[in-house]
Structure formats: C-alpha cells, structure tokens
C-alpha cells in the first residue's frame, strides 16, 4: 500500500506541462504582482537589517516608495526570478534616501557609501522579521502562525535555559514523503540532537505543509510559487532571534528525500540566512530554476549524498541524478564548495553518515561574496567522496 501510494504521489508530480526526461511536468504562469512581492521581501529585509536604527526608523515610513525605487532598478537588471542582489537593492535605496532624506549616510556623518554598502552586503545575514506573533518555543510539539490564517505544527528540540544563556545554531530538518518528524532520528540522529541543543541550538522538524506523499510545496509544479513552508521557516527564525539570542550566522538546513529537495530549495530561497545545507538522497527538480535566490551572492556550502544509480530510487525519480544536478547547479554557479557523496545503497539514510553531514556544516558560518569578486568569477570546489562515511 505504502508504496502504491507514492508510486501515485510521484506520477503526480510529473503530470502534464515542459518535459523531464521522457515525462511531462506542468508549471502554471507566474502570479500577477509576484516580482513586485519578492522586491517588497527584499526592501523588508533591508530595512530590517540596518544597522543604524535611527536611518531605518526615518526610512520605514517611507517603504513603498522605496520599493518602487528598486523596481526601477529592476529595469536595469535581471529581476527574474528575483535574481537582484542586496547590494543592488541597497544602492537603489541609497540612491532614494540621497535624494529624499538629505543624503543620510547608512553608517552615519562621514562615512563613505561603497565602504558602507559592501559592509551592510557581507557583514551578516538578512535576518527576516516576524510575520505574527510567536509561540514560545519550548521542548515537544509546538503549533506557530505564520500569518494570516497560517498556522502549523512544528517538532522542537531545545534546552530554553542553555538557548538563552548561549548563541546556538538553528537546524531545520525536513522529512521525506509518507513519513512524519520522526524520521529525524534515523537521519539526524539522538546524538547529533543532543550536540545541537548542548551548544544551546534549536533544532526545527516542521510538520508537512502539503499531503503527506509531496509534504513540501516546493515537491509539485503546480504549486511552485506557493512559498508557505519558507514563510514558516521566516517565523520560526524569527521567533527564535527574539526568545533566545541565537547564532544567525549558524542557520542550517537538513533533510532526507523529499526533505532532502525542501532543503536544498531552502539554500536558495533563504540565501538571505541559512548558511550551509545538506541534501540527502535529496538534490533539485528541474522547476527550481524558477525559484527566487534570496541573497544570489550567498554561495553556500552543500554536503550531498546520494545511492546507486537504480536502487536510490522512487517511482520517476532517481536521487542519484537529482542529487547530481543540484551539484552541477552548485559548479556552474562556481564559489560553492560542496561534498558529492555517492554511496553503496538504496533510497535509505547509513547510520554512520549522521555525524559526518553534521560535522561539515556545522563549522561553515554566514557569508556573501562582494559584487567585485562575482565579476570576476570563482570555481566550486567539489570534493568527491564515497563510502558510508563519506570520508
């Protein structure tokens, strides 16, 4: 029956449309208003994020304006999907506030705009504001809004009094399909658990947001500009900067299988924070390359491990070539660095790789690379491994 019902699951996804392989998948058109609701995020963000609290209170008022300033900018440059970087953005709006506001410096009397812009560009992450209010974030399950009539259940794993006590990581994990927060265990495992929320680290296991067998929006064509799980994502972040002081330069994301594909979609939507991911069994489906990038000059580091090419496998989908385009995805984009692990098995987690995934994200901390060093260019450096450890 289990497999019967992912067998259905799967043919779903690869229903009518642009072809995959020798299958047909169907996208339907972009939304109306969508880029102009991408470029609202970003200005947010922004605003958000500046360090001179007393620039981003005289600029709030004045958001809109400042949204049709980056749209303009979206006119010189390629907006689609989303493809405008923080640093475009923020010389768009430096461009506004020159002429609007007095010429207000981001980092106050004197200081130069570039030193200033390249500063806000790669000093941190782009840490997203709440979109309602928060749960508390305890032990067990929890059940978070994420906005207007938005609401789901999310399996925490938390220490409160270590959390505040120390800036601790934040992990998302994502599970597969026809499965539950559970799986955690056999991907993550008790140990690597337990390492987290010592260091006083939150570990997040949403429940899925669509039917079991596609438990992320992201999993079906259809519904590729629908970003709710990334909007709760957002809140839980959110959330957890304001109850616990976290670490928002150790923000990851993990998951197996279908979880595997939500997390690697992860680092490309939530550029603007997560930084590092790993994939397993998991990869990108061919609709990704409609996906907005958060911060495009994010190029985190992936730890990717895949089966045997025939057995790591469900109906229509081969993880083993999944996995390998989100590692060519990864080369042509150059900067990332990435290990491609292809192991000796079927469509199952190897016990021994816990530790290792977890080891290799866990000491990457956030970065972006300046728009100077983009022109120029950068080659990924890929380390091929094998084996259940991956070593």
Same mark, same amino acid.
């Given at each position: 029956?289990?497999?019967?019902?992912?067998?259905?699951?799967?043919?779903?996804?690869?229903?009518?449309?642009?072809?995959?392989?020798?299958?047909?998948?169907?996208?339907?058109?972009?939304?109306?208003?969508?880029?102009?609701?991408?470029?609202?995020?970003?200005?947010?963000?922004?605003?958000?994020?500046?360090?001179?609290?007393?620039?981003?209170?005289?600029?709030?008022?004045?958001?809109?304006?400042?949204?049709?300033?980056?749209?303009?900018?979206?006119?010189?440059?390629?907006?689609?999907?989303?493809?405008?970087?923080?640093?475009?953005?923020?010389?768009?709006?430096?461009?506004?506030?020159?002429?609007?506001?007095?010429?207000?410096?981001?980092?106050?009397?004197?200081?130069?705009?570039?030193?200033?812009?390249?500063?806000?560009?790669?000093?941190?992450?782009?840490?997203?504001?709440?979109?309602?209010?928060?749960?508390?974030?305890?032990?067990?399950?929890?059940?978070?809004?994420?906005?207007?009539?938005?609401?789901?259940?999310?399996?925490?794993?938390?220490?409160?009094?270590?959390?505040?006590?120390?800036?601790?990581?934040?992990?998302?994990?994502?599970?597969?399909?026809?499965?539950?927060?559970?799986?955690?265990?056999?991907?993550?495992?008790?140990?690597?658990?337990?390492?987290?929320?010592?260091?006083?680290?939150?570990?997040?296991?949403?429940?899925?947001?669509?039917?079991?067998?596609?438990?992320?929006?992201?999993?079906?064509?259809?519904?590729?500009?629908?970003?709710?799980?990334?909007?709760?994502?957002?809140?839980?972040?959110?959330?957890?900067?304001?109850?616990?002081?976290?670490?928002?330069?150790?923000?990851?994301?993990?998951?197996?299988?279908?979880?595997?594909?939500?997390?690697?979609?992860?680092?490309?939507?939530?550029?603007?924070?997560?930084?590092?991911?790993?994939?397993?069994?998991?990869?990108?489906?061919?609709?990704?390359?409609?996906?907005? %990038?958060?911060?495009?000059?994010?190029? *985190?580091?992936?730890? !990717? @491990? +895949?089966?045997?090419?025939?057995?790591?496998? /469900?109906?229509?989908?081969?993880?083993?070539?999944?996995?390998?385009?989100?590692?060519?995805?990864?080369?042509?984009?150059?900067?990332?660095?990435?290990?491609?692990?292809?192991?000796?098995?079927?469509?199952?987690?190897?016990?021994? %790789?816990?530790?290792?995934?977890?080891? *290799?994200?866990?000491? !990457? @901390? +956030?970065?972006?690379?300046?728009?100077?060093? /983009?022109?120029?260019?950068?080659?990924?450096?890929?380390?091929?491994?094998?084996?259940?450890?991956?070593?």
């Amino acid at each position: 029956m289990y497999q019967w019902v992912r067998s259905v699951a799967w043919n779903f996804l690869f229903l009518a449309g642009s072809v995959y392989g020798s299958v047909q998948y169907a996208v339907p058109p972009q939304p109306d208003n969508y880029i102009r609701d991408l470029i609202e995020e970003k200005v947010d963000l922004i605003l958000n994020n500046l360090s001179d609290k007393e620039l981003a209170r005289l600029l709030k008022p004045y958001r809109d304006e400042l949204v049709r300033e980056v749209l303009r900018e979206c006119e010189q440059v390629d907006c689609q999907p989303g493809q405008l970087t923080f640093e475009e953005a923020i010389a768009a709006i430096l461009k506004w506030q020159g002429s609007h506001l007095g010429g207000i410096n981001f980092g106050g009397a004197g200081a130069p705009v570039s030193a200033v812009t390249e500063a806000a560009l790669l000093a941190s992450p782009m840490m997203p504001d709440r979109r309602d209010s928060c749960a508390a974030i305890v032990e067990g399950e929890i059940s978070m809004e994420y906005g207007f009539f938005k609401e789901r259940k999310v399996q925490v794993f938390v220490k409160p009094e270590l959390a505040k006590k120390k800036q601790g990581p934040v992990v998302f994990f994502w599970h597969g399909s026809n499965e539950d927060w559970g799986q955690v265990y056999r991907v993550l495992g008790e140990s690597v658990i337990n390492q987290i929320t010592k260091e006083g680290g939150v570990v997040f296991a949403p429940f899925a947001g669509s039917p079991d067998a596609l438990p992320w929006h992201v999993m079906n064509p259809a519904l590729v500009w629908k970003h709710n799980d990334f909007q709760l994502a957002d809140q839980l972040v959110a959330c957890a900067e304001e109850e616990f002081d976290i670490n928002d330069r150790r923000i990851y994301s993990m998951g197996f299988s279908a979880g595997g594909i939500q997390s690697a979609a992860m680092g490309r939507m939530r550029s603007n924070y997560i930084a590092a991911i790993a994939s397993y069994s998991g990869g990108q489906l061919p609709w990704f390359k409609l996906l907005p %990038t958060g911060a495009p000059n994010n190029y *985190y580091p992936a730890f !990717v @491990t +895949y089966g045997t090419k025939g057995q790591d496998k /469900v109906p229509l989908v081969e993880f083993s070539d999944t996995s390998k385009k989100l590692i060519f995805y990864m080369e042509n984009r150059g900067f990332h660095k990435a290990i491609d692990c292809e192991q000796n098995r079927g469509h199952t987690m190897p016990s021994s %790789t816990k530790q290792v995934g977890w080891d *290799y994200i866990s000491k !990457v @901390t +956030y970065s972006r690379v300046s728009g100077a060093w /983009v022109e120029k260019g950068g080659e990924a450096k890929v380390e091929k491994r094998s084996g259940d450890r991956c070593l």
